[in-house]
Structure formats: structure tokens, C-alpha cells
């Protein structure tokens, strides 16, 4: 059995991200840093509005699209210029583990045998 985790997006019920915990779903600071194969959507958007942090450098927010056109602003961001000393921050986008629009799900998955 391995850990997964889940993150919805509350107010729609879309699926933003399913995963194994580890390098697929990298929780780090109270986030997690989603690879592209484990990213259910295609709906995050950059909105051009950098940040920065000390340690992990520049990031860029992104917003969610919705199926009506509305704009869940800065719920994401991704870093466009990581700190090589953390590989898993690398172009993943990176959802708050509590924010309030986010439901996270960690679950065991049973691994099918071959």
C-alpha cells in the first residue's frame, strides 16, 4: 500500500490533482508540488504576478479557470526561476495545503499485483 492524495477544488468539485505522496505529490512547507502527470486539469492559468522567496526564488501565481469563465485568483503558482537545491519545486504547480478553496484527501492505495 502506498500514500495518495487528492486535492478538489471545493466550490466546483474539480479534480485539480491525484497522486502517490513522494515525488509524483511533493508535500513541502505546508504545500504540494504537483508533477504534470499527476495534475488532473488543464484550467491553471498564469496570471503574471510574480513573488518571491528567500530560499526557493521566483514564482509566478496562477489562477484556476473554471467552466463558467470565472477566475479562482491565486490559487496556485509555479516557479519560473527554482533553487536547484530543491529538484522538487522545479516548473510543478504548487497548491496551499489549507487553503480554503482546496479539499486534501490522503488515502492508502492498494497496488495492484502483475
Not at 18 to 42: A, C, H, M, N
Request: aromatic letters at 16%; glycine letters at 8%.
Amino acid at each position: 500500500m502506498s500514500c495518495h492524495v487528492r486535492i478538489v477544488h471545493r466550490p466546483s468539485g474539480l479534480l485539480l490533482a491525484e497522486g502517490p505522496l513522494g515525488w509524483g505529490i511533493t508535500p513541502f512547507d505546508g504545500s504540494y508540488y504537483v508533477s504534470r502527470k499527476y495534475l488532473q486539469t488543464s484550467r491553471f492559468k498564469p496570471n503574471f504576478m510574480p513573488g518571491i522567496c528567500p530560499y526557493k526564488f521566483l514564482y509566478v501565481w496562477l489562477d484556476l479557470i473554471l467552466e463558467d469563465g470565472e477566475r479562482e485568483k491565486n490559487l496556485g503558482w509555479l516557479y519560473w526561476l527554482p533553487n536547484p537545491l530543491f529538484p522538487f519545486i522545479w516548473f510543478r504547480v504548487a497548491l496551499h495545503g489549507s487553503h480554503p478553496s482546496l479539499v486534501v484527501e490522503r488515502f492508502d492505495h492498494k497496488e495492484s499485483e502483475s
